[in-house]
């Protein structure tokens, strides 16, 4: 089964500067996608970015950017210029492509705190 | 383009009752899910449904869950009887299915088990 870890419970960057937040996972599968959701106090799950695993070249969405390590099982995000409304938890999130079973598996999440 | 709706947004019952949440997914997804997302932690698959078809069920308490999606549009999920462990927010997802779609969520349920 998949695994998905993320190691920091809780981080803190300043507004307008650049925060990178950890994900590890664990699998046997060589085709699968990742992804990195926002989930404000609204509860709202909101999809940051996306990166497919056949693909070598690491996403962006404007300030949003990904460093996907398909060797290492490593896939953290960066977030540029921070901004208040960044404050929410970011869950890193797995998914198969094999089959018509297409759940997410989700790390534990990490709380991003921006302060003036 | 209209989201993913849930109602209701908070239910609070006892124990042993029983409990019904709605989802409408977005108009033309064929796949829905439904997580349940206890506090602190990640959300986990409880089903999923591809048109009208269960296509993952691994992790629904059959015991006391159940879930339907009629006519591949709608969808309820059942608790009964609830456990004091059963508070949780209950997240409905859509997708359009295929190759790497993107999943989106609902505001999700808040339910408190007393």
């Known amino acids: 089964a998949q695994t998905v870890t993320q190691s920091q419970p809780e981080m803190s960057v300043q507004e307008a500067e650049t925060v990178t937040l950890s994900c590890t996972y664990d699998t046997s599968e060589s085709d699968y996608y990742l992804f990195w959701y926002k989930q404000p106090p609204s509860r709202q799950m909101i999809l940051v970015i996306r990166?497919?695993?056949?693909?070598?070249q690491n996403a962006t969405e404007n300030r949003f950017s990904v460093n996907f390590q398909k060797a290492a099982k490593s896939f953290s995000l960066k977030i540029s210029d921070s901004q208040l409304g960044d404050a929410a938890m970011y869950f890193c999130a797995y998914r198969s492509d094999t089959g018509t079973a297409s759940k997410l598996t989700f790390g534990t999440g990490t709380r991003l705190q921006v302060t003036l | 383009e209209a989201g993913v709706a849930q109602s209701p947004r908070y239910k609070i019952i006892e124990k042993r009752q029983s409990v019904a949440f709605w989802c409408n997914p977005i108009s033309g997804h064929a796949t829905l899910y439904w997580y349940q997302q206890i506090l602190g932690q990640g959300p986990k698959l409880l089903i999923q449904f591809q048109n009208n078809g269960v296509v993952d069920d691994s992790q629904l308490p059959k015991d006391r869950f159940s879930a339907e999606r009629l006519k591949g549009v709608d969808s309820t999920l059942k608790i009964q009887p609830a456990k004091l462990e059963d508070s949780a927010v209950y997240l409905c997802?859509?997708?359009?299915?295929?190759?790497?779609?993107?999943?989106?969520f609902g505001p999700g349920t808040r339910l408190t088990v007393l």
């Open positions: 997802a859509s997708s359009l299915g295929g190759r790497g779609r993107g999943q989106f």
């Open positions: 990166q497919e695993a056949y693909k070598q």
